[in-house]
């Protein structure tokens, strides 16, 4: 194998440099403006007479812990369900949300904790960069497998900064609540990546032909079968577009069609990884919405309505799953992902008197919707709508996270004085001053999902038409899905590609 | 494959109105008893001059999700060792714990923190109702693969009304100290899945066949080697009781009883599964312990004796597991499981002064015990007592849970003023009031062992007879231990079982 | 298949013996010296009128499960890359960290926290204990696949007690500042393991070998194509060394060589336990750093720090990975191992007033030099200095770890009362006192990883020494890399031996 199934124009120091420009760049910004704040500062702790109790660390790290294993544990195996993406799917992760939690350090930094020219980390900002790259990986899962990695860093650059933007808008300007971001996590970082993912829109890829290659609807079985059919195409596709403009030669080779997602699969063992992000996502969804919330109460009561909820979303995805299954059965794939659209649910009123039955309904209500997206809704995106939504990001966080939204909308225009009594003010301070009525303060977080969709949609826009930059590589349509173009993987090498021919030749004589 | 494998009487419609109604039925009770406690209620917590510091959700909260991983991960996983049953596995483990905390919560409220017509639900209302969906996991455990989900949240109704009724006795009634669940938890779980499995002997299925198909005594190698033999059996199976009642049918067909445990595996990848879940068990396994404690030094020494226990017991199941192995190997089943025994065995005694070398003396004894019992007792259990335990229950959970209650026992009977200190009021608060000897109340713990025993025996029972109502559609023999008949696994498709025929056509004409 | 794999002389009983004695001997002294603490004591703690706020057990507790992780998931799964070694690599962790656990809290008790005779213990000898399992563990990836059980329980007796003195000089005696461990864990597990592997250099075994094993060199078109070719040589070699000297014996027999890694692969589905490992390290390492450091600010701090040393290590690692890789592309084995040289690096400095900029530079530059070591240094080891480190952990810890050490040197230097105000006395009590200078207390320091790169290679030629006694049965070099040889594992048994070449006849006749 002679050639590189690298664009000729995609240089192979496109991503270090970009890696060592973004690293020293952030690096910079840290040395001119990020300091310890009074908490993590010894000088400044040790001057004020504090006990060490009351540093807020023991309040929010250990569910600071539990959003960091969310981000890079859940969001990343819940990504690797594509038999031969599976490196790219955690390496990408891991890449993008590491840089992400740096640059939104700084860029929430500017936005929220600049103080005296000097922005103020803390516990608080690991928190918050981690659930800005939370955001970011979400987007990520809808253009999943059709873009390489530098692609994906400039999208974070630009992602990032736009998250900073709409929190600051709907947090600081509109004072809106949403701690748990069911607007500014799961709605912008839904909408950001489907309509990039429309903008990189890609008609010559097969409708769906990315689950035909998942890890759940293959086996051991098929794998082999697979395997000995389409040697050919996947030696030949290696060396697919040589030169020239790729999209549209791959669109004339028909084997590249057929070949990429069924042959050889790449590292067994992914099948059970998207369940392990599931799992861990879902266990630790309370400490996610509880993390940044008020102390006291407001953490408690957070954590123990996400709980509810997602415990409700997940009898409500069993349910319909089954109700739609062929022959009453169940879907993995419904199960892996919509039994977390309740913890999306109450990204916003998690925080608020809903009530433990208010999570149970929202929750079920849920899971419900979300199933019956991947079901009926996913199909309908692609073919109206052109969309190409690798992870169904719509059904587990664009739809909760509206749902969600609304969910507060409600909850907020129903909020008393009665009810809040004196914790009013740490829920609603404007509403306990006097200055919004329960109703305005709702208006105004309907305002804010308004704002945060023009926000995701524009920047999703703008990304789309950052990553068709033509010096920036994307990969060609037989190399969507295809951990070989990024990562040394075995099967291209010339003995590991010969060995299993001459293998069968010796059975076949034997 | 025009026929459904499920039978013609079981609708599909019964597992999603089965989870309507139960979601429908606890959402209602929930509007109507389920407040939120003076911890987690706004007007509350606010109305008293509480410092944030005071709320339990900082002692107990951390603690709490160690325990949520077990439930939920640590659990799961480990029972995720057959090869062609990792989707029920796993997929039931998550849809019965989500129900049963929300059932706990509603009995486990009603016997313990109904106050004023309201159960108050808090950080420990969570700890709680996850300790029960532990037992319901662990009675899961000795029948995993012979009943389908409608049956198991049907025996999760049951149980967990029990679990409370049993856990009220002992710890309201009778004052019993069990903070770990020696008794309420591993034996109550132990022996009511026990019992139920006795109560559902399948005389046909195959003494220990799951064990030939579970991850460990398999490998690519065999499993090809049964790919091309049985593929044939495994089609067949498909259609296997097209009507009539399965279980005499199937046992007629002698094909369908070699097949279902060798033939093409379902996805791989599950080899490492269990031990994921024997890791995070093990390592939580002090938070566990410890969840429910008295704060302070009560939580402290609980985690430190649990931590002891279970290290000993990982030292003393690698010395039995190789000192009874063909030739002086290890075997892993063993590792997985009975290096755990040492959590289950502290669970009454690890809040008490046990001493670190109690911890280690009991740990070292739990482990060599579970070990023996999976090798020399698991054999004796099915053809003598006709109790086909899946799982291995009764060694890791049923015999270390009655060991472990009788080391409450020895512990209580030797506690002295001395010993505690002060501190005998928080733990043995009947004992330092004088209204008992520590004597009286070891024999109050003895007889809550007892209690425990005749609870889940009848229990189990009761359970069992309840699953045998014809109109469950209780599995056929030759549908245990497959994933297919409740999921949408791939072999079965038209496409993916023709698939490799064809593939081997190819590759012998080649 | 009527011989044993194992030497004449090893017998079955050797392993089983050798935990009975070490955890017998562990029990007896935790009889004689192990007593609870005044905060895990029920009377010491209930007679000082404590608050529970004030039990250590809630500022430590949290970050002691997460080190917890770390050790058990974290090192345990990423040694778990070895196709055929998967059972041993994780079982033998377990076995390893569960004896260094018990064994540690002795020895660092007596060097530590004996007062009055007695070594008290809470949640700080938790974490200390597994400070040094990890220690242990880092020296066990150096030398993994090339020993057996007995011969590694041995090697911790030596190295934690090793540890425990070093620890003892450095701290105690040199006070010298390493909360997080550079030196005393990393420094000093990665060459004692080097020194130990280089004492036991087997120059029959072929170079690099193993890596043609891994996981990550294989898939499951390989893996078909290797099990056909290799059957012959996979049962040959449970036959082979049936008497006599095995090193030399086995040399002479070329079928022997070709055959172990290639062929047929145990359990598959480990491809993914490495990645599960590093991400567990990498999201738990500010807790390992932060875990023993002074409470309020230095914890704080330290979990900052941390978190952006490891974000720039990854963008260091993937720069680089990428930089060095054929046409520019990722390889696996960097990302998975190199992005965690930046938790390493900050292992000393971590605590001190490093700055958020001075962690991202520290971190960008231990990604970068471990991935240039992964890529040219590890052939040179093996080659030059006849060092086989089957893990690489000069890589991730012996080379981080010096340049942590050193990291400490530089900061230390630079200290100010003006930079650590009234905190001076926490970070650096002898500075703050005036006993020393800035100056002097870096040379300290400097000091201190002499001490430590001293006793860990004397220490390490001690071990290899120990392992090269000829009553511990050292596995031959065919058996190297081997589960069989330990563990009851499929491929052996005789009819799983015979059935694939019986479904192969049927293949090519149907």
Redo the contacts between chains.
């Keep these: 194998m002679a050639r590189?199934p690298?664009r000729a124009g995609a240089?192979?120091?496109?991503?270090?440099l970009l890696?060592?420009l973004?690293?020293g760049a952030?690096?910079i910004l840290?040395?001119v403006f990020?300091?310890?704040n009074h908490?993590?500062?010894?000088?400044?702790?040790?001057?004020g007479n504090?006990s060490?109790?009351?540093?807020?660390?023991?309040?929010r790290?250990?569910?600071f812990?539990?959003v960091?294993?969310m981000v890079?544990?859940g969001f990343?195996f819940l990504m690797?369900f594509l038999q031969r993406y599976?490196?790219s799917s955690?390496?990408f992760t891991?890449?993008l949300a590491?840089?992400a939690?740096?640059w939104s350090t700084l860029i929430q930094g500017f936005f929220h904790s600049l103080h005296g020219g000097y922005i103020h980390?803390?516990?608080n900002s690991?928190i918050n960069a981690d659930f800005c790259a939370g955001a970011v990986l979400i987007s990520f899962g809808a253009i999943l497998g059709k873009t390489g990695?530098a692609q994906l860093l400039l999208m974070t650059v630009l992602e990032v900064t736009l998250f900073g933007i709409n929190e600051f808008v709907l947090l600081n300007l509109l004072r809106v609540k949403d701690t748990g971001g069911s607007m500014t996590i799961h709605t912008f970082g839904a909408y950001f990546g489907l309509v990039l993912s429309r903008v990189l829109y890609r008609p010559q890829l097969e409708k769906s032909k990315h689950r035909q290659g998942s890890?759940?609807?293959?086996?051991?079985?098929?794998?082999?079968?697979?395997?000995?059919?389409q040697t050919a195409c996947f030696k030949e596709q290696l060396h697919c577009t040589p030169e020239g403009p790729q999209d549209e030669r791959s669109s004339l080779r028909p084997s590249c069609h057929g070949g990429p997602m069924g042959s050889?699969?790449?590292?067994?063992?992914?099948?059970?990884?998207p369940?392990?992000g599931t799992?861990?996502l879902?266990?630790?969804w309370?400490?996610f919405n509880s993390a940044p919330t008020t102390?006291?109460?407001?953490?408690?009561?957070t954590?123990?309505n996400t709980?509810?909820s997602?415990?409700?979303s997940?009898?409500?995805t069993?349910?319909?799953s089954?109700?739609v299954?062929?022959?009453?059965?169940?879907?993995?794939v419904h199960?892996q992902n919509a039994?977390l659209a309740g913890g999306v649910m109450v990204g916003t009123a998690g925080e608020m008197?809903l009530?433990?039955?208010g999570a149970?309904?929202a929750g079920?209500l849920a899971g419900t919707v979300s199933t019956l997206g991947y079901k009926f809704f996913t199909p309908i995106l692609e073919a109206k709508f052109k969309v190409q939504d690798t992870c169904g990001v719509h059904n587990l966080h664009g739809i909760p996270g509206v749902l969600g939204a609304l969910l507060g909308v409600l909850v907020v225009g129903l909020a008393t004085h009665?009810?809040?009594?004196?914790?009013?003010g740490?829920?609603f301070p404007l509403i306990a001053k006097g200055q919004r009525t329960a109703m305005s303060q709702a208006m105004y977080q309907l305002f804010g999902l308004f704002v945060t969709l023009m926000f995701a949609s524009v920047g999703g826009a703008l990304g789309g038409l950052l990553l068709k930059l033509p010096c920036l590589g994307s990969p060609a349509d037989c190399q969507c899905y295809e951990d070989q173009?990024?990562?040394?993987?075995?099967?291209e090498h010339e003995d590991?590609a010969q060995?299993?021919l001459?293998?069968?030749e010796?059975?076949?004589q034997?």
Tied chains: 1, 2, 3.
Excluded at 325 to 331: F, K, S, V
Excluded at 485 to 491: S, T
Aim: aromatic share 16%; glycine share 8%; proline share 7%.
């Design positions: 590189s690298r240089p192979r120091l496109q991503l270090p890696c060592l973004l690293q952030t690096a840290f040395a990020v300091r310890y908490e993590t500062d010894a000088a400044l702790w040790h001057w504090h060490n109790l009351d540093n807020e660390f023991y309040f790290y250990p569910s812990q539990d960091h294993v890079f544990v990343g690797a599976g490196f955690v390496g891991f890449l590491a840089f939690l740096q980390v803390s516990v690991m990695p890890v759940y609807h293959s086996d051991l079985f098929a794998m082999i079968g697979h395997t000995c059919e050889p699969p790449s590292p067994p063992g992914l099948a059970w990884e369940h392990t799992i861990f879902w266990i630790f309370p400490s102390l006291g109460d407001g953490q408690h009561r954590a123990l709980y509810y997602l415990s409700a997940t009898l409500g069993f349910a319909m089954a109700l299954g062929e022959r009453g059965r169940l879907d993995m199960i039994a008197m009530t433990p039955f149970l309904a079920f009665e009810a809040y009594g004196e914790g009013l740490s829920v173009v990024y990562w040394e993987v075995p099967g590991a060995g299993p001459k293998a069968e010796q059975d076949t034997a």
